[in-house]
């Protein structure tokens, strides 16, 4: 049992992760969000799928991102 409910915080703790990953830098134009990998790429295009706003927000690309 107790293994069990081990595993299960643990794929918990790995979902909510994935949800609460944020960018390098604050969006603004002198700081903007940094995308420096495909997982950051990736987390930008599920962030704007599920609704979060960034009209208005800046990004800079740091890395040339194959495999899209």
């Not at 990998?37 to 194959?66: H, I, Q």
């Amino acid at each position: 049992m107790r293994k069990h409910l081990t595993m299960t915080l643990v794929l918990l703790l790995t979902v909510v992760q994935g949800a609460w990953a944020q960018f390098s830098g604050n969006g603004t134009e002198a700081d903007p969000y940094l995308i420096s990998s495909l997982d950051d790429w990736k987390t930008l295009c599920t962030n704007v799928r599920n609704g979060e706003p960034y009209c208005g927000k800046y990004f800079k690309l740091m890395a040339d991102l194959t495999g899209l």
